[in-house]
């Protein structure tokens, strides 16, 4: 009886002095440090409220650099994408696992989050679990395990605590799958959106058309030469548009030298004007991926493309999904048009684009389904502060003394 009150004064006395809660973020990519950056926020409030100081260490992109934030090395290390790229810089990347996993096991944070780039994220945390079994491991942005390696959800489960989901249908699929409790957190694009509104833009001559090839060196250079003959394509039918291509800065001056000779000449403007830039937008021509959701969000009908990763293709066949368009997978049907590979064609792609560009049955499709994509991604309480109270949830010794 005596050694449990003793024990009880100790954790009490432990409790009392725990005046900060240490939370460490492994992200690979600029898209991560933007999900952070809100729930960081959540989180350094609710310390506030509970007298605690919040310690952040791990890996940061620009905007939590920007919030002070320092990281164990350049993330642009490790943001690849495409099994070529990543196999070029393999040494690399692994030895930014074993340095990232180093740096924690020396940290002894009382959380960690994981947030997106499963393919190093994930390695991360297999390696962390080993040498710190006790501490919670928070994964926020649920790997695609929709859309391939369906195996990958059960196997999360020795390594991962808890899954913060950005789609409504994730935690569903998760739990079909056998994978760890997952929480529908929302994604911040939805509320930001929410809050501009979206004026419809009038037909006139000069319509703004949204040229997107990626966010990644090896994405544009698959896409930047069929993008310029898609524009081309759609201006000799005649179509008058202005092409605006939203760029990061560190991205601008080569999008400036490969795009000036091209017989439309894009605008390049600051990728962190987007809310403006998408709100006064007709229509994208866009390459796969999560931007399509930002699009769907700002109501801007759209045509995706991609061209898979030569090595990738020789395991298409783990693909499960029937679209890579998360807009389709929300709303559970064919919404917006998708080419891959060879399909992605200019004089095809140009069609697409002058029918979603005048007031047609095309275009109107698929705002109608944007609107019931809004309405399917709405959450009662902003997604950054949600994943912070799940966080919170994880390490109740701490955060509640």
């Excluded at 809660?21 to 952070?36: C, I, P, Q, R, T």
Aim: net charge neutral; charged share 25%.
């Amino acid at each position: 009886m005596f050694s449990f009150l003793a024990m009880i004064s100790q954790l009490q006395i432990q409790m009392t002095q725990a005046r900060s809660l240490s939370v460490y973020l492994v992200l690979g990519e600029e898209s991560g440090d933007a999900l952070a950056v809100d729930m960081v926020e959540a989180l350094r409030s609710r310390c506030e409220n509970r007298g605690l100081d919040l310690e952040l260490k791990g890996l940061a992109g620009s905007r939590l650099q920007a919030a002070g934030m320092q990281s164990l090395f350049d993330i642009d290390d490790i943001a690849v994408m495409g099994l070529s790229a990543v196999l070029g810089r393999l040494p690399t990347i692994v030895r930014r696992v074993y340095q990232t996993v180093s740096d924690i096991v020396k940290s002894k944070p009382d959380v960690i989050v994981l947030i997106d780039s499963p393919d190093f994220t994930h390695a991360v945390a297999k390696r962390v679990r080993k040498k710190l079994p006790h501490v919670p491991i928070i994964n926020y942005v649920c790997p695609s395990v929709w859309a391939w390696r369906s195996g990958r959800a059960k196997s999360m489960c020795a390594y991962v605590d808890h899954v913060l989901a950005l789609l409504p249908f994730e935690p569903q699929v998760l739990e079909q799958l056998g994978g760890p409790p997952a929480t529908y957190v929302g994604h911040p694009l939805a509320r930001q959106v929410a809050a501009l509104g979206k004026q419809e833009e009038t037909l006139s001559k000069n319509q703004t058309l949204l040229v997107l090839p990626g966010s990644r060196r090896g994405e544009m250079k698959k896409m930047l030469d069929v993008y310029g003959k898609t524009l081309e394509a759609l201006k000799d039918r005649g179509v008058e548009f202005n092409a605006v291509i939203p760029a990061v800065p560190k991205l601008k001056e080569d999008l400036l030298e490969q795009t000036r000779n091209w017989p439309v000449v894009p605008q390049i403007v600051d990728s962190a004007d987007n809310a403006q830039t998408f709100a006064t937008a007709r229509a994208a021509l866009a390459t796969s991926g999560t931007v399509a959701l930002e699009l769907a969000l700002h109501r801007v009908p759209m045509v995706m493309g991609y061209r898979i990763d030569p090595v990738a293709r020789l395991f298409a066949s783990l693909i499960t999904t029937w679209t890579a368009i998360l807009p389709n997978l929300i709303v559970d049907r064919v919404l917006v048009p998708e080419e891959h590979n060879e399909m992605v064609i200019p004089e095809r792609m140009a069609r697409y684009l002058e029918r979603l560009m005048m007031d047609s049955p095309e275009r109107r499709v698929q705002l109608v389904g944007f609107d019931q994509v809004i309405r399917r991604m709405e959450t009662k309480q902003p997604s950054g502060e949600r994943a912070a109270d799940v966080v919170f949830d994880h390490v109740k010794p701490v955060t509640n003394p």
